[in-house]
Each structure stands twice: as C-alpha cells, then as structure tokens.
C-alpha cells in the first residue's frame, strides 16, 4: 500500500500563494496529482502529472497553479499563485499506479477575502 504524506496547507490572504507537497512511498512510475473538496461541493480535479512529466489541468486554474514532481524523491508538488476564496478546500494528494489509486488525509487550504 502507498503512503502520502502531505503538507504546506495553512490560511493565506487573497492574493497569496502556497506551495502544497506530497511525498509517496510508491514507485515512481505513476501518475500523481491534486485533488480537492470544497463544503457541499463535490471532490473536484485540480492537476495531475504522469511520470513523463504530462500535465493536466482544471480550467478554474486559470494559470495560476503549477504541478510538478521530483522523481528522485518520488514527490508532487502544487504552486498556487493568486489564489481566490473560492479556492477554499480541503486538498487531497493521491497516486495512481497501473492498478490502484491511493489518498492523502488531506490539507486545508484556507483564503481570505
């Protein structure tokens, strides 16, 4: 079983930035990616990164996030630059190996307006 561990979430005024990371026991080939759930909204995809370096992105991103990964340390990362109230959420790290797909606990990303 893969264990993430994640960190980096906190409170930050509208305007900010954050830099979540999640390091995975798995192996490297997988794709990781971010998550996150917003109160009475669904789980929704913010960015995922294969291990070719393929990403991908929610639309609400606008630009502003950044997905990247350390293979060496078998590790994702998310850069949230300019980030919004509406970006208030639980985010959630997870992989996914040929078979399964693992979760983080989760981190709360809290904006200010």
């Known amino acids: 079983q893969v264990q993430l561990v994640e960190s980096g979430g906190g409170l930050v005024q509208a305007g900010g930035s954050l830099r979540l990371s999640c390091a995975a026991s798995?192996?490297?080939?997988?794709?990781m990616g971010w998550y996150r759930q917003a109160p009475e909204k669904q789980r929704e995809l913010v960015a995922t990164?294969?291990?070719?370096?393929?990403?991908n992105y929610a639309d609400f991103v606008e630009g502003r996030f950044t997905i990247s990964r350390d293979n060496a340390k078998n590790t994702v990362y998310l850069q949230m630059n300019n980030l919004k109230p509406e970006d208030t959420a639980v985010y959630y790290c997870t992989v996914r190996q040929v078979l399964s797909q693992y979760w983080g606990q989760g981190t709360q990303v809290t904006v200010s307006s």
């Open positions: 990164i294969t291990s070719s370096g393929r990403t």
């Open positions: 798995g192996n490297q080939v997988s794709t």
